[in-house]
């Protein structure tokens, strides 16, 4: 058993609603024993309640739950950052064309280790995360996770229109594959299964229902896809399926909104889909540098809030212009003020732990530091360079660090990542 010294962060209880009752030890002890959470608390108390355990000190750092990104295309790492699009253009341009090069698994497997490499070395211990059409793509993710035995949430993106013909199945087959995927990945170690309808426009309706039969049959997949992002696409929703009555009724018709779905974006949402979110049970992954960087809009957390709509923090790469989650909360907290609503720091860091854990009913496994859970955790240096050591106090409060590193931050803070009882990335290797 190992014992880890140092000041420890994290939200221990499972209601779903946030409050701030964070749990802080300023001298902790985190406890782990292989692949689980033993114990955490005060670094006195438990090291008496186990005495033999081997204690690894790392005083003045910060251990926290590791973080989960709640939406992320593990294709588009080699196309963030390009210039001038919105969201429609942004695809065409360039996104169809990267995932194209996807039909080589080599190709797959090479970005796959580039992209959990990322994760990793920003903290992020869990991921809901796009593929492409490939269904080979998906596996070369899954297999990637599966040598570090990470919490990895994935599904097949599906089109069956609306896109480069190379880039298109049909109803039949995304059925027939993403059940062959389900059977292969779902709850195969730490791995689950998502639907992974691109978005309303690049499926047929008989490729939703296809979808849709696979939500009913197998009731504990994820769903993944897009929903109210940007007005072009919500108007081009409205003009493939006039007979819907919105955007989220075209996914309600066939049964794609209820528990464990997690619809990005949902900037431009009516009063009835934020209730019917609500109602239903599902989440919405507010991408708040994607949503900067292409223009689409400022999300309504409120609006969330006042509908009892779970929210996760997401990067959103590579319309996301960043893998760190504690830099995508520095946007979300602008993104509010400008709305004249801040989300505070606790609030932010619920939204890439706990919060998220709850959203997707994985609070028993991960999202915090709870005994039993995954021992899946970060160890942070908040005083990493000059500015950051004048800027935080040794002693300083953990929302006033978090809210710090989130505005002066970056990968830099992140000095080691634990996955399943694992040290599978320290920031010294790369000196
Ligand atoms: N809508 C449909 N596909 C995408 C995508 O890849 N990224 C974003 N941000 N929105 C989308
Ligand atoms: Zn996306």
Not at 223 to 241: G, M, P, R, Y
Not at 401 to 416: E, H, K, N
């Amino acid at each position: 058993m190992q014992l880890f010294r140092a000041s420890i962060a994290h939200f221990p209880k499972h209601t779903s609603e946030f409050t701030n009752d964070i749990a802080v030890y300023h001298d902790g002890g985190l406890l782990i024993d292989g692949k689980h959470i033993v114990d955490v608390g005060h670094f006195d108390a438990i090291n008496k309640r186990y005495p033999g355990a081997s204690i690894v000190d790392l005083s003045g750092k910060w251990i926290l739950p590791g973080l989960i990104d709640s939406h992320l295309h593990y294709p588009q790492t080699q196309s963030i950052a390009h210039y001038g699009e919105q969201l429609l253009s942004w695809l065409e341009n360039y996104t169809f064309p990267t995932e194209m090069q996807f039909a080589d698994s080599a190709h797959s497997s090479a970005i796959a280790k580039v992209f959990i490499n990322q994760l990793l070395k920003n903290g992020t211990t869990t991921g809901l995360v796009f593929s492409t059409v490939h269904k080979d793509s998906c596996d070369a993710l899954f297999n990637e996770a599966s040598r570090i035995d990470m919490a990895m949430i994935a599904g097949k993106v599906c089109m069956d229109r609306n896109c480069p013909a190379p880039l298109q199945d049909t109803a039949v087959l995304a059925q027939k594959e993403c059940a062959a995927l389900i059977e292969k990945w779902h709850n195969n170690g730490r791995n689950r299964y998502a639907l992974t309808p691109r978005f309303a426009p690049t499926s047929t309706e008989a490729q939703l229902a296809a979808l849709g039969e696979l939500a009913q049959q197998f009731d504990d997949v994820f769903i993944q896809t897009h929903l109210s992002e940007n007005l072009d696409e919500i108007a081009w929703v409205k003009s493939l399926f006039p007979k819907a009555e919105g955007y989220l009724d075209v996914y309600d018709k066939f049964n794609l909104v209820r528990e464990r779905a997690v619809f990005g974006h949902g900037i431009h949402l009516t009063p009835n889909e934020w209730a019917r979110l609500g109602e239903a049970n599902a989440s919405i992954a507010f991408c708040p540098t994607s949503n900067l960087f292409l223009g689409s809009g400022l999300f309504d957390m409120s609006a969330a809030r006042a509908n009892n709509v779970h929210v996760a923090l997401a990067t959103d790469v590579g319309a996301g212009t960043t893998f760190n989650m504690f830099k995508t909360y520095g946007d979300a907290y602008k993104v509010s003020q400008l709305r004249n609503a801040p989300i505070s720091p606790l609030e932010g860091f619920y939204l890439m732990t706990q919060g998220a854990a709850i959203a997707h009913n994985l609070d028993h496994e991960i999202g915090n530091l709870n005994a039993g859970s995954a021992a899946d955790f970060i160890i942070v240096e908040p005083r990493f360079d000059e500015l950051t050591m004048l800027r935080i106090q040794d002693n300083a409060e953990f929302d006033d660090v978090f809210f710090a590193l989130s505005i002066l931050g970056d990968d830099r803070a992140i000095a080691q990542t634990w996955v399943s009882g694992r040290c599978c990335y320290d920031n010294k290797m790369l000196q």
